[in-house]
């Protein structure tokens, strides 16, 4: 995410005339949260009966929520409303200022046309101002590299509508390979059948999961073995050509990670040189994934496959 000598220095984002916004299923890390001051919608979800709101990690951490998940907790997520969105939504543009929100697949979640309605409203009430959406077709940590991308764009002072484009355009290049460590969480999201997570178990099965081009969530492969699960989503991230001048590689882990550093390893020896960050997975993926879940993203040259 290198700029050029031509680009605008970094701004002061109280000086934009716009709001860069985005939601929690991104699993955008906290401290780059914090660090850029990024606005988040945070998305809720219910562990042991009780409601709570992803924010990034500071109020339920990652490790107790995994733990949680092994001694047989069982989180639920679920969409925000139409009046949630307008309590984020309404003071940006109440303000006095544009607002470009950065979201998370439609096709896996109903939520994003509560977004939509939301926006038509508001845009009635406030006709001199303008409202972005971009459906990026990502979620979790594919989605978080478009957003420091793009994010990098409007700290340098590029109008809205430079920055929409950006995202619009390149949002299919943004990918990530899953790969589970237990059957049972899948079983139990209705993602296998129960047969299947018994042979799977028996025979050390370890599914791949992708992000296609139609914003959905595909079964990829079956490994044998963990080991070899890890080597394999490497060697397919090197099919898309990630160039990492363009962005970093991220490692997203749920709970796991002596085996995030052995993917880093892994990355290492195949990209000589590139920025790998590693973080953790969220509730939301966590919740129908498992502990032990291993994500591999990147902004590739190549764009997702159907």
């Known amino acids: 995410m290198q700029m050029t000598a031509n680009e605008p220095k970094e701004v002061g984002l109280l000086e934009m005339n716009y709001v860069f916004m985005t939601d929690s299923d991104s699993d955008l890390p906290y401290h780059l949260k914090a660090k850029y001051d990024i606005p988040v919608v945070y998305m809720p979800y219910a562990l042991n009966g009780k409601e709570y709101f992803d924010d990034l990690g500071q ?70 101002r303008k409202f972005s959406v971009v459906d990026t077709l990502s979620i979790s940590g594919p989605m978080t590299l478009l957003i420091l991308k793009a994010h990098e764009m409007y700290r340098a002072g590029r109008p809205m509508e430079e920055v929409t484009a950006w995202l619009e355009e390149n949002k299919l290049r943004s990918q990530a390979f899953f790969t589970v460590d237990d059957l049972k969480y899948l079983k139990r999201g209705g993602r296998i059948s129960g047969a299947a997570a018994t042979v799977g178990t028996m025979l050390d099965l370890k599914p791949i999961i992708l992000e296609a081009s139609d914003g959905t969530l595909q079964p990829g492969e079956k490994i044998r073995g963990r080991k070899k699960a890890i080597a394999y989503i490497v060697d397919e991230m090197m099919k898309f050509e990630p160039d990492p001048k363009e962005s970093p590689i991220l490692i997203l882990n749920a709970d796991c990670p002596e085996d995030a550093e052995r993917l880093r390893t892994l990355v290492e020896q195949k990209l000589s040189g590139a920025e790998i ?23 590739g040259k190549t764009t997702r496959k159907p």
């Open 59 to 128: 109020t339920l951490d990652h490790k107790t929520y995994f733990d949680a998940m092994r001694n047989g907790a069982n989180p639920v997520t679920s969409a925000l409303n139409e009046a949630a969105y307008f309590d984020y939504f309404e003071p940006v543009l109440e303000g006095g200022k544009d607002l470009l929100f950065v979201a998370f697949s439609s096709k896996l979640s109903c939520t994003l046309q509560a977004v939509y309605t939301c926006r038509e409203k508001l845009l009635k009430k406030y006709p001199d």
């Open 277 to 299: 960050m590693i973080e953790h997975v969220g509730p939301v993926i966590g919740a129908h994934a498992g502990p032990g879940t291993l994500a591999l993203c990147f902004i």
